[in-house]
C-alpha cells in the first residue's frame, strides 16, 4: 500500500520559512504528479505547487516566487521551501501523489503564520 507522509509544518512568524517534506512508501510505480495542496478554514482545497510528468511545475499565483517545490526522485520525496511567508498561508498542507491507477493523500500538516 503506498502512503505519503508530511513533517516540517509549525508556527512561525510573518516573513519567516518553512520547509515541508513529504515521503512516499510502498510500491510505487510510474508517478505522474506529486506535490502539495493546502485548505484554510472554511475554504475548499487548493494546488499550492506540484510536480508533473516531465518535471512540469504548476503552483498557485499566490505562492509565485516565494514558494519552491523540489523533488528527489531517489527517495521519492518532495520538498516544499516557504519563504516570505504571509498569514494568509496559514492552512493544513497536504501531500498528494499521483499515478495513472490511483492518488493518495497524507494526512497534513499545519502551518500557521502569526505574530
Known amino acids: 500500500q503506498v502512503q505519503v507522509v508530511e513533517s516540517g509544518g509549525g508556527l512561525v512568524q510573518p516573513g519567516g520559512s518553512l520547509r515541508l517534506s513529504c515521503a512516499a512508501s510502498g510500491r510505487i510505480y510510474s508517478i505522474n504528479a506529486m506535490g502539495w495542496y493546502r485548505q484554510a478554514p472554511g475554504k475548499q482545497r487548493e494546488l499550492v505547487e506540484e510536480?508533473?510528468?516531465?518535471?512540469?511545475?504548476i503552483y498557485a499565483d499566490s505562492v509565485k516566487g516565494r514558494f519552491t517545490i523540489s523533488r528527489d526522485n531517489a527517495k521519492n520525496t518532495v520538498y516544499l521551501q516557504m519563504n516570505s511567508l504571509k498569514p494568509e498561508d496559514t492552512a493544513v498542507y497536504y501531500c498528494?501523489?499521483?499515478?495513472?491507477?490511483?492518488?493518495?493523500w497524507g494526512q497534513g500538516t499545519q502551518v500557521t503564520v502569526s505574530s
Open positions: 498528494n501523489l499521483r499515478t495513472q491507477l490511483y492518488g493518495v
Open positions: 510536480v508533473r510528468s516531465g518535471s512540469i511545475t
